[in-house]
């Protein structure tokens, strides 16, 4: 146990430290301030925190009614996209960008150069664990019972998924868009590949070039996904589930 | 010297006593139950014998030996728990053969054993299932052989049929008990149903809040309870409020009738006692004359398949009548009114509410 | 933009009976999506695996794979997966052990699992830059070792940029991936069980080999077999880590999209493929082993 603890928090102190060295002899915070005042910093934060609000918005869409329509009306499809939670998986990023790029790189279907690809592909990364949050999320709230007896009270769908579906997967869909988030904003894999001024490119290319920064970066990085995760949790504890934030990001 | 004897036993977890001072008694091959309420430390107690907790004071002898600094796996009892335990890697055979390997038996006697202890349980055909194979019946019975296969010095069972539906519980209820005589073991048996306790029992030990209540056979249990908490723990119990007429003659106004205890009421007189009555005690014939009466009217009449309930209002309460059903049944109307007679013999008196308190008898019944 | 049809949210009525036509319509949109971005670029990846630069049919490709600078890729990558496979189960399993039977208080246990679930995130680039800072050349680590212990890193043959440094970079996630995936494991594990063992006269260690550990055998392995299968697909960390030079599978698809001297896109399909074989083969021994485990330990 004590292993564990200084395996885990030398090289995060390491790193800290490290990005303290911005300027020669003086410790301070000068690495990120440098960080800060670079441009690109700014433009690929942006890029990737829009590319990550899209992801949000197009996998919450597409996945949640399919969920609810699977528990409602078609349970028999339930094993066969939990399959499709599996291929991110056995297909990782990079066989699926290369595959993306080839089947996508031709007319008819020219989209590489869209960004509208990287979501997609995007989407399919982040699909296992959106899936996972919205069925846990309604799996806890007996989403039968609920609807039924809504409607037996008259309430047609609006009502239902407004009033009371949505609003009771509060946690799950915040869950759901924090991991996201997550994975989107330090992605490297897709955006290097299709060549998108990321977030994740840019730290890399940072690091090839300068030496304090990149940790600064790291820190920050850090930083943004412990709280993340750590919000998911803190919010997550209404919900009865377990193991929400699973896998690398490769 | 009895087989098992607990002296003293206190099991503390901070400053919260869960069990207050427990003697017990146990005879060779007897069979006794903890009855109680959860929270009432009849686990706690079973789980000392077994050497999963430790007294905080106290001794706990088997056979004249100190059990308490042994470790549990060298006492010498076996354990059967309330979710099986049965190991999952296991088919039937390896688990009940665990602790006979485990002892370093001779492999053929070993074989012969757990084919006893197979017939033993009427599972032998069965002996190369895995546990989650099986329903909760067989799994239990199959706990049960793995537990017996040593010739345990005492056999503690955990609630072992709370796990399991009603028809199940009762055939291997039964079961258990034939198994326990036939091979006269000590056995001590924790469990929260009174018909269980009742049915199975040499004697009874009633606890609560981690002290003993009463510790007795089933007949005398239910019959001479010591206290209000033992009467309405066990059975159904009708409770009429009454005032103290004459303390030596045992003489009570109950709703302004007269009702005479079998014996002398240790209450001061015109004391608020309780009066409480087994409702098969009460009938609707009044003919003897040494019994008591009262009248009340019939409330309603409720169909229970072989007993039949009359419920019958005095002096603001209700209270049950049973009796049996018969196909030619003559029963009054609901609404009229009715007189109900009783033996003397049949009156608990206590000084309080029944349930809340230990409140002791203030009448002895004959 | 992906067109989406209007959602299923119109179409659903009260009807207490769905005809199997109807209940098709509402996993419509899912399915097309699934098979514009996960079907159709693998089957893509697979077909191209099997054609030349003409779009002929070929076994050229998959015969490539068999040349002895990619099957010591292929090897490397088999390595680096399964040493920190290894390593990382043996040490989350001890970690997670500690905090579940081993008795640690309950708040150790949600902390660790929060930091875990942090953690297993935390690879890629900055994953990389971390440990470049802690055991780089200039790490912090090897400057204090170097200064205060005179104990020089790297002229005792350490390198973070070489295999080994890889394999310590790569635990930092799987570790805490074993964690989570072994916890729930453990916890079904049943005290019980030791009990009964223990009234059946068994020591503990007894009850360790003949029990506990046949019980979390198929657990054990299977989430084995997963962290394999994280560590072989990994690019990210590895590229920021090394720049591309690490001989990865990986890395070397990754190449080969980019265009470098070697640009073969047929043998990045080949490549491609064998790593989704791979792939295959780590989620079905997975599967298989958990239905065995999930049955015992329910």
């Given amino acids: 146990?004590?292993?564990?603890?200084?395996?885990?928090?030398?090289?995060?102190?390491?790193?800290?430290?490290?990005?303290?060295?911005?300027?020669?002899?003086?410790?301070?915070?000068?690495?990120?301030?440098?960080?800060?005042?670079?441009?690109?910093?700014?433009?690929?934060?942006?890029?990737?925190?829009?590319?990550?609000?899209?992801?949000?918005?197009?996998?919450?869409?597409?996945?949640?009614?399919?969920?609810?329509?699977?528990?409602?009306?078609?349970?028999?499809?339930?094993?066969?996209?939990?399959?499709?939670?599996?291929?991110?998986?056995?297909?990782?990023?990079?066989?699926?960008?290369?595959?993306?790029?080839?089947?996508?790189?031709?007319?008819?279907?020219?989209?590489?150069?869209?960004?509208?690809?990287?979501?997609?592909?995007?989407?399919?990364?982040?699909?296992?664990?959106?899936?996972?949050?919205?069925?846990?999320?309604?799996?806890?709230?007996?989403?039968?019972?609920?609807?039924?007896?809504?409607?037996?009270?008259?309430?047609?769908?609006?009502?239902?998924?407004?009033?009371?579906?949505?609003?009771?997967?509060?946690?799950?869909?915040?869950?759901?868009?924090?991991?996201?988030?997550?994975?989107?904003?330090?992605?490297?894999?897709?955006?290097?590949?299709?060549?998108?001024?990321?977030?994740?490119?840019?730290?890399?290319?940072?690091?090839?070039?300068?030496?304090?920064?990149?940790?600064?970066?790291?820190?920050?990085?850090?930083?943004l996904t412990w709280g993340l995760i750590g919000l998911i949790q803190f919010a997550s504890r209404s919900l009865v589930s377990q193991g929400s934030a699973v896998g690398g990001a490769h | 010297m009895a087989f098992l004897e607990l002296n003293g036993v206190v099991k503390r977890f901070g400053r919260l006593a869960v069990v207050d001072g427990f003697d017990l008694a146990v005879e060779e091959g007897e069979f006794v139950s903890f009855l109680g309420g959860s929270g009432c430390g009849k686990t706690t107690t079973l789980r000392m014998i077994a050497g999963f907790e430790t007294p905080s004071e106290g001794s706990i002898r088997i056979d004249g030996t100190e059990i308490v600094p042994v470790a549990p796996n060298r006492r010498g009892v076996g354990m059967v728990f309330q979710n099986y335990a049965l190991f999952p890697n296991m088919t039937v055979r390896r688990n009940i053969e665990f602790g006979l390997k485990v002892a370093r038996w001779n492999p053929a006697e070993a074989r012969q054993r757990v084919d006893e202890m197979l017939a033993l349980i009427h599972m032998e055909d069965l002996a190369e299932r895995y546990p989650h194979q099986m329903s909760g019946g067989q799994q239990q019975r199959a706990a049960l052989a793995r537990a017996l296969a040593v010739r345990p010095r005492v056999l503690l069972l955990d609630e072992p049929l709370s796990a399991l539906d009603a028809k199940i519980r009762g055939q291997l209820r039964t079961e258990i008990r034939a198994i326990q005589q036939k091979l006269g073991i000590t056995t001590i048996y924790v469990t929260h149903d009174q018909e269980e306790a009742l049915s199975l029992s040499d004697r009874i030990v009633v606890m609560r809040t981690g002290r003993i209540e009463q510790v007795g056979t089933p007949f005398?249990?239910?019959?001479?309870?010591?206290?209000?908490?033992?009467?309405?723990?066990?059975?159904?119990?009708?409770?009429?409020?009454?005032?103290?007429?004459?303390?030596?003659?045992?003489?009570?106004?109950?709703?302004?009738?007269?009702?005479?205890?079998?014996?002398?009421?240790?209450?001061?007189?015109?004391?608020?006692?309780?009066?409480?009555?087994?409702?098969?005690?009460?009938?609707?014939?009044?003919?003897d004359s040494a019994a008591n009466q009262l009248d009340g009217t019939l409330a309603n009449i409720v169909f229970l398949g072989s007993i039949v309930r009359l419920v019958i209002g005095i002096g603001g309460r209700e209270i049950f009548l049973d009796r049996f059903n018969a196909p030619h049944l003559a029963l009054p109307a609901v609404g009229t009114a009715v007189r109900l007679g009783f033996p003397r013999e049949a009156c608990l008196v206590t000084g309080g509410e029944p349930a809340a308190e230990a409140e002791p008898a203030l009448s002895k019944a004959i | 933009m992906t067109d989406r049809p209007a959602g299923p949210r119109g179409a659903l009525t009260a009807r207490p009976s769905s005809s199997p036509r109807r209940a098709w319509l509402g996993i419509v949109p899912f399915a097309l999506f699934a098979l514009a971005f996960m079907i159709l670029p693998a089957s893509s990846i697979l077909l191209g695996s099997f054609q030349d630069e003409h779009g002929a049919f070929t076994l050229a490709n998959i015969a490539h794979l068999a040349r002895p600078d990619i099957l010591k890729c292929y090897l490397v990558t088999i390595q680096v997966s399964a040493v920190t496979a290894v390593a990382g189960g043996l040490f989350g399993l001890l970690l997670a052990f500690s905090v579940t039977l081993g008795g640690l208080p309950k708040a150790l246990r949600s902390g660790l699992l929060t930091f875990s679930g942090v953690a297993s995130n935390f690879a890629g680039v900055p994953l990389a830059f971390a440990f470049i800072a802690t055991m780089g050349r200039v790490g912090i680590v090897t400057v204090i070792l170097k200064t205060v212990f005179g104990v020089n890193l790297y002229e005792h043959g350490f390198n973070l940029y070489s295999f080994w440094g890889l394999c310590l970079t790569y635990l930092y996630f799987q570790l805490p991936l074993m964690v989570l995936i072994i916890t729930p494991a453990l916890d079904g594990v049943k005290k019980e069980w030791r009990e009964a063992s223990e009234s059946l006269g068994a020591s503990g260690f007894q009850y360790w080999v003949h029990i506990a550990l046949p019980i979390l055998a198929p657990p054990l392995l299977s989430s084995m077999i997963l962290l394999f299968g994280n560590a072989f697909g990994a690019y990210a960390t590895a590229y920021a880590l090394t720049g591309g030079l690490l001989n990865l599978v990986p890395i070397l698809i990754g190449a080969q999209i980019q265009g470098d001297v070697l640009h073969d896109p047929n043998l990045g399909y080949a490549l491609a493929f064998g790593m989704v074989v791979v792939m295959t083969a780590c989620i079905l021994a997975y599967t298989a082993l958990q239905k065995r485990a999930s049955r015992w330990l329910r």
């Fill in chain 2, 220 to 287: 005398e249990i239910y019959n001479r309870p010591a206290n209000a908490f033992v009467a309405s723990f066990i059975g159904q119990l009708n409770v009429l409020d009454a005032t103290v007429l004459d303390p030596a003659l045992g003489r009570l106004a109950v709703a302004g009738q007269e009702v005479r205890a079998a014996g002398p009421v240790a209450a001061a007189l015109g004391q608020p006692v309780k009066l409480s009555l087994r409702p098969e005690m009460l009938s609707l014939e009044t003919g």
């Fill in chain 1, 1 to 223: 146990m004590f292993f564990g603890f200084l395996y885990f928090f030398v090289p995060l102190a390491a790193t800290f430290f490290f990005s303290l060295h911005g300027k020669r002899g003086v410790l301070g915070f000068a690495a990120y301030r440098r960080v800060f005042a670079d441009p690109q910093f700014l433009t690929t934060f942006t890029f990737s925190f829009e590319m990550a609000v899209c992801t949000i918005v197009v996998g919450l869409a597409l996945i949640i009614p399919t969920v609810i329509w699977i528990h409602l009306r078609a349970p028999w499809a339930k094993p066969i996209v939990e399959t499709f939670s599996l291929l991110p998986f056995v297909i990782p990023p990079i066989v699926l960008v290369f595959g993306l790029i080839r089947m996508y790189s031709a007319p008819p279907f020219q989209l590489v150069s869209s960004p509208a690809l990287l979501v997609a592909g995007y989407v399919v990364l982040a699909f296992p664990y959106i899936y996972r949050a919205v069925d846990a999320g309604l799996r806890a709230m007996d989403l039968r019972g609920l609807t039924e007896a809504a409607q037996s009270l008259g309430a047609g769908w609006g009502t239902i998924m407004f009033r009371i579906v949505l609003p009771n997967m509060r946690v799950s869909l915040l869950s759901a868009a924090f991991l996201t988030f997550s994975i989107v904003i330090g992605e490297l894999t897709l955006a290097v590949m299709l060549a998108w001024p990321a977030f994740g490119p840019y730290m890399a290319l940072v690091g090839r070039d300068l030496a304090y920064e990149p940790t600064a970066l790291a820190i920050l990085s850090f930083l």
